[in-house]
C-alpha cells in the first residue's frame, strides 16, 4: 500500500519484533529498513498473533492500550478480564471522539478547535 499511495508512510515488513522497537537489535542482523527501532505501527495478521503482541507491549513494556471494533452502530470497547480501572478510562477516551465522528462526521479535535477559535 505504500507504493502505492493510500498510505504516505513508510512501510515494511514483516520485521520481527525485536527489530521494529531496537535499532541495536536491527543492526546486529544487519538490516537498514528506515522503521528499525522506530516503528509507530505494529500490525498483526490475525487476532491471536495482536493478543500476543498486546501482552507483550503491557506486560514487558508497561504500555497501556485501548482497541475499538470498528463498523458496529455504538464503538465496541475491547477490554482485558485483566484490565484496571484506568485502562478503562484509556479505552473510554479512545471510544469518546470515535463516537462523535461516527455521530458526525467531524473528527472531535477539528470541533474543539472551530468552537475555541
Not at 485501548?66 to 464503538?75: D, Q, R, S
Not at 484509556?90 to 471522539?97: D, G, M, S
Request: net charge neutral; aromatic share 4%.
Amino acid at each position: 500500500m505504500g507504493d502505492r499511495g493510500p498510505i504516505r508512510g513508510v512501510v515494511d515488513g514483516p520485521l520481527a519484533m525485536d527489530n521494529t522497537i531496537s535499532l541495536t537489535a536491527a543492526r546486529t542482523k544487519r538490516l537498514t529498513s528506515l522503521l528499525v527501532g522506530a516503528a509507530d505501527i505494529l500490525i498483526v495478521p490475525n487476532l491471536e498473533a495482536g493478543n500476543i503482541l498486546a501482552r507483550e507491549l503491557t506486560y514487558a513494556a508497561q504500555a497501556e492500550g485501548a482497541g475499538l471494533v470498528m463498523g458496529a452502530k455504538v464503538p465496541v470497547m475491547l477490554t482485558s478480564r485483566a484490565g484496571d480501572e484506568q485502562s478503562r478510562l484509556f479505552f473510554c477516551a479512545v471510544a469518546v471522539p470515535y463516537a462523535h465522528w461516527q455521530a458526525t462526521g467531524q473528527s472531535a479535535v477539528a470541533a474543539r478547535q472551530e468552537t475555541a477559535g
